[in-house]
Nanobody, 120 residues
Framework: QVQLVESGGGLVQAGGSLRLSCAAS????????MGWYRQAPGKQRELVAT???????NYAASVKGRFTISRDNAKNTVYLQMNSLKPEDTAVYYC??????????????WGQGTQVTVSS
């Protein structure tokens, strides 16, 4: 099993910055991806950014150029640096780890979520 512990959410004014962290522990496969998803009230959960174990990144169009995802493999930790925050970034942010058994077989694990609120 895998455990994910998130930290770093909070309240910030528009234009401000926050940094989220997510530490993973347990059985982590050598080929994996870690990432952040978010869910605003009344909306579906959506991808924010992901980073693979080979450091390939992917961003949602809405955050590209403002958010940066990175990881420290020695610490099994993924970070999300969020700059130029907007009120529409307000959501619960969830950390995800995807363990790849093969190209088409994988296992998803989720953190408990951390609230990010951006005031206008």
């Amino acid at each position: 099993q895998v455990q994910l512990v998130e930290s770093g959410g909070g309240l910030v004014q528009a234009g401000g910055s926050l940094r989220l962290s997510c530490a993973a522990s347990g059985r982590i496969f050598s080929i994996n991806a870690m990432g952040w998803y978010r869910q605003a009230p009344g909306k579906q959960r959506e991808l924010v950014a992901t980073i693979t174990s080979s450091d390939s990144t992917n961003y949602a169009a809405s955050v590209k150029g403002r958010f940066t995802i990175s990881r420290d493999n020695a610490k099994n930790t993924v970070y999300l640096q969020m700059n130029s925050l907007k009120p529409e970034d307000t959501a619960v942010y969830y950390c995800n780890l995807r363990n790849y058994k093969s190209d088409y077989v994988y296992y998803d694990y989720w953190g408990q979520g951390t609230q990010v609120t951006v005031s206008s």
